[in-house]
């Protein structure tokens, strides 16, 4: 097994968790944090990508798009935070609204 | 021997990574969710290194960590100003047997992803050879940056779009932002006189070392975003006379560049940013230079979180 | 291996050994400002030694220059943001730990 795909394994373990927390809590924020957490699991297997075995010319074409990934995602991260804020000043509440409240 | 310690540091580091994602995502208490969140970017730079990505490695650092990092703990802070019962985060809604088939079909995901990523072709070469077959036609020496602002300068023209859409997503939401809890001090004012115009003079090496070594506009952008950010939490504010064109002038320099750029390719060369090989240095550097300025105004921005001067509405 | 090989082993080593006591300070002592104490005082140290290892082994000025630029930058922010939660501690009514 080479580094990059102990590495790029590592990404896929990261996406998982990142995606489990997504979907487990409810706070916006740590939806935001858990979203972060998969992009990075996802820029981990493309960086995997650009060398997948010592002999092969290192591939810049996949670190141009992790750049840019990362520029979007905190683009998007800012977006979000916004929107959260927005929300709570709105309901009092950092969570969005769903069938808990319904039924409780 | 050799190969022994780096395998040894490659496995502490990615356990290293993976453990502090679990621990930022499963703590209970939200300020400490958001510093092992810096605290796992941090670690991801270090990856980035033992990867051979030294470009990405400075953009996680600046970015994914440094700006990411300012405004999570930002927003943590306007979010506790706004109700303290917002930043108490309530166990998940999800109980019983719904979170086990969630965790089933988590490992099912998990399972999947790691068999597709383990079963990918070993002799795959990539594009670098080409990239290096085509260094000398594009400027620059750093293939990195040649990708960026030449070969696939379109992504980036799009991403600095993007970059420039949240910030006017974010202003149009129209949030009130809290008044500062209490007065920077006099460590802080000291700090912010030593550094910001360090950070200033990093921000233009890393521009222009971009071109043939790791750096470049975003990077360089983000150095500058965090000597905005550093003025701004030692109290000091944007001038309202800078507060109405001239910020949005900074906002829309480098996107402006960009596109006027591409529209002009297109008229002459039959094809969006197609650089032709004598100018193509030239105008990388424009555009970098632009992008920066616009790229580290518009971070600042969206740190603040709303247009300055209507702070106290 | 040169004189200068062994000297930069030598610093980088007692660099590492002032990280790790600062690493144990860190996880074993009571509160916030000796915790501090520990973190601040061993990583500048450890930091300084560590650059002057390195720069030993580099060959022009200017990175050694640049090495030494890291170094000074991580006491400043090192020594303003100690100062700044050791303040925002006290500010949240945290008392230094007694015995």
């Given at each position: 097994?080479?580094?990059?795909l102990?590495?790029?394994?590592?990404?896929?373990g990261l996406?998982?968790?990142?995606?489990?927390?997504?979907l487990?809590?409810?706070?916006?924020?740590?939806?935001?944090?858990?979203v972060?957490?998969?992009g990075?699991?996802?820029?981990?297997v493309?960086a995997?990508?650009?060398a997948?075995?010592?002999?092969?010319?290192?591939?810049?074409?996949?670190h141009?798009?992790?750049i840019t990934?990362?520029?979007v995602?905190?683009?998007?991260?800012a977006l979000?935070?916004?929107l959260m804020?927005?929300l709570?000043?709105?309901?009092?509440?950092?969570?969005?609204?769903g069938?808990?409240?319904?039924?409780? | 021997m050799?190969?022994l310690?780096s395998w040894?540091?490659d496995v502490?580091?990615?356990?290293?990574v993976?453990?502090?994602?679990?621990?930022?995502l499963?703590?209970?208490?939200l300020?400490?969710a958001?510093?092992?969140?810096i605290?796992?970017?941090?670690?991801l730079t270090?990856v980035w290194?033992?990867?051979?990505?030294?470009?990405v490695?400075l953009a996680?650092a600046?970015i994914?960590?440094?700006?990411?990092?300012?405004?999570?703990?930002?927003?943590?802070?306007?979010?506790?100003a706004?109700s303290?019962?917002?930043i108490?985060?309530?166990a998940g809604g999800i109980?019983?047997i719904g979170a086990?088939?969630?965790?089933?079909l988590?490992?099912?995901?998990?399972?999947a992803?790691?068999y597709?990523?383990?079963t990918l072709p070993s002799?795959?070469?990539?594009l670098?050879k080409?990239v290096a077959?085509?260094?000398d036609?594009?400027?620059?020496?750093?293939?990195?940056?040649a990708?960026?602002?030449n070969?696939?300068g379109?992504?980036?023209?799009?991403e600095?779009?993007?970059l420039?859409?949240?910030?006017?997503?974010?202003?149009s939401l129209?949030?009130?932002i809290?008044?500062?809890e209490?007065?920077p001090?006099?460590v802080l004012?000291?700090?912010?006189?030593l550094l910001?115009p360090?950070l200033?003079l990093?921000?233009?090496?890393?521009?222009?070392?971009g071109?043939?070594?790791?750096?470049?506009?975003?990077?360089?952008?983000?150095?500058?975003?965090a000597?905005?950010v550093?003025?701004?939490?030692?109290?000091?504010?944007l001038p309202?006379?800078l507060?109405?064109?001239?910020l949005r002038?900074?906002?829309?320099l480098?996107?402006a560049?960009?596109?006027?750029?591409a529209v002009i390719t297109?008229?002459?060369?039959?094809r969006v940013?197609?650089?032709?090989?004598e100018?193509a240095?030239?105008l990388?550097?424009?555009i970098?230079?632009t992008?920066?300025i616009?790229i580290?105004v518009?971070?600042?921005?969206?740190?603040?979180?709303?247009?300055p001067?209507?702070?106290d509405? | 291996?040169?004189?200068?090989?062994y000297?930069s082993v030598?610093l980088?080593?007692?660099?590492?050994?002032?990280?790790l006591a600062?690493?144990?300070g860190?996880?074993?002592?009571?509160?916030?400002?000796?915790?501090?104490?520990?973190l601040t005082?061993?990583?500048?140290?450890?930091?300084g030694?560590?650059?002057?290892?390195?720069?030993?082994?580099?060959?022009?000025?200017?990175?050694?220059g640049?090495?030494?630029l890291?170094w000074l930058?991580?006491?400043?922010?090192?020594?303003t943001?100690s100062y700044l939660?050791?303040q925002?501690?006290?500010?949240?009514?945290?008392r230094p730990?007694?015995?």
């Amino acid at each position: 097994m080479s580094v990059a795909l102990f590495y790029a394994l590592a990404g896929a373990g990261l996406f998982s968790i990142g995606l489990h927390a997504l979907l487990v809590h409810r706070h916006l924020l740590r939806k935001i944090l858990a979203v972060n957490v998969m992009g990075s699991g996802v820029f981990l297997v493309l960086a995997a990508m650009a060398a997948p075995n010592a002999i092969a010319l290192s591939d810049p074409v996949p670190h141009a798009m992790i750049i840019t990934g990362i520029v979007v995602a905190v683009a998007a991260t800012a977006l979000a935070l916004v929107l959260m804020l927005k929300l709570t000043a709105e309901t009092g509440q950092a969570v969005l609204p769903g069938r808990e409240e319904e039924n409780s | 021997m050799e190969t022994l310690i780096s395998w040894a540091i490659d496995v502490a580091l990615a356990l290293l990574v993976v453990s502090l994602a679990w621990r930022a995502l499963a703590s209970t208490d939200l300020f400490k969710a958001i510093v092992l969140f810096i605290a796992f970017g941090l670690v991801l730079t270090l990856v980035w290194v033992r990867l051979n990505a030294t470009d990405v490695a400075l953009a996680e650092a600046a970015i994914g960590a440094g700006v990411t990092g300012a405004l999570l703990l930002a927003a943590y802070a306007k979010l506790r100003a706004t109700s303290p019962d917002a930043i108490v985060d309530r166990a998940g809604g999800i109980s019983g047997i719904g979170a086990i088939s969630l965790l089933i079909l988590i490992l099912l995901v998990a399972a999947a992803l790691g068999y597709a990523v383990w079963t990918l072709p070993s002799d795959y070469t990539g594009l670098g050879k080409e990239v290096a077959a085509n260094l000398d036609q594009s400027g620059v020496s750093n293939p990195v940056t040649a990708v960026l602002l030449n070969f696939r300068g379109y992504d980036t023209l799009l991403e600095i779009m993007v970059l420039l859409l949240a910030l006017l997503g974010a202003w149009s939401l129209g949030i009130t932002i809290p008044r500062p809890e209490a007065a920077p001090g006099l460590v802080l004012d000291t700090l912010s006189r030593l550094l910001v115009p360090l950070l200033i003079l990093v921000a233009a090496y890393l521009l222009w070392v971009g071109a043939h070594a790791p750096g470049g506009a975003f990077q360089a952008g983000a150095v500058l975003a965090a000597a905005g950010v550093l003025m701004l939490l030692s109290g000091r504010e944007l001038p309202a006379a800078l507060a109405t064109w001239p910020l949005r002038l900074a906002l829309v320099l480098g996107p402006a560049t960009f596109l006027m750029l591409a529209v002009i390719t297109l008229i002459l060369e039959g094809r969006v940013l197609k650089l032709s090989p004598e100018w193509a240095g030239r105008l990388i550097l424009i555009i970098e230079t632009t992008a920066t300025i616009s790229i580290g105004v518009t971070l600042t921005a969206l740190f603040m979180g709303a247009p300055p001067g209507e702070e106290d509405r | 291996m040169t004189t200068s090989d062994y000297l930069s082993v030598a610093l980088l080593t007692t660099g590492g050994l002032f990280f790790l006591a600062g690493t144990f300070g860190l996880l074993r002592f009571p509160d916030v400002f000796t915790r501090l104490h520990a973190l601040t005082k061993a990583d500048n140290v450890g930091l300084g030694l560590t650059v002057a290892g390195l720069a030993l082994q580099v060959d022009s000025w200017a990175v050694a220059g640049k090495l030494l630029l890291i170094w000074l930058l991580a006491l400043l922010a090192g020594a303003t943001v100690s100062y700044l939660i050791a303040q925002g501690a006290l500010r949240l009514g945290i008392r230094p730990w007694k015995r």
